[in-house]
């Protein structure tokens, strides 16, 4: 039969690992969360990344436009292509008869 002393020393032995997995389980817990957390932080940033760029993009685009457009005012080539501005919105540019 064990003795009491032989038995305290087990139950000491059995608590202490125990807790050395428990702490190892919560690191790893910790580890897991903190993974967790870098990798939303990092998609976050991509797609912040991405709308920035796409927002760049659209503003180089329109300052190019813009551009091409003054140029083409500097030599005389500016082609009226918007339907919009025509006097009366009349497709054959002929005046309304005033009465």
């Known amino acids: 039969m064990a003795s009491q002393q032989d038995l305290s ?4 032995e059995t608590v202490g690992q125990a ?13 897991t969360q903190d993974a967790q957390s870098a990798a939303q932080t990092a998609t976050d940033l991509k797609d912040q990344a991405a709308n920035f760029l796409q927002q760049t993009g659209e503003q180089v685009k329109s300052m190019a436009q813009g551009a091409a457009e003054a140029v083409k005012n500097t030599l005389g ?17 002929n005046p309304s008869p005033t009465i």
Not at 9 to 12: L, P, R, S, V
Not at 77 to 93: E, F, I, Q, S
């Open 77 to 93: 080539m500016k082609t009226d292509t918007d339907t919009t501005t025509a006097p009366n919105n009349n497709p054959t540019n």
């Open 19 to 31: 807790q050395a997995s428990k702490d190892d389980i919560m690191s790893q817990l910790t580890s």
């Open 9 to 12: 020393y087990k139950a000491g």
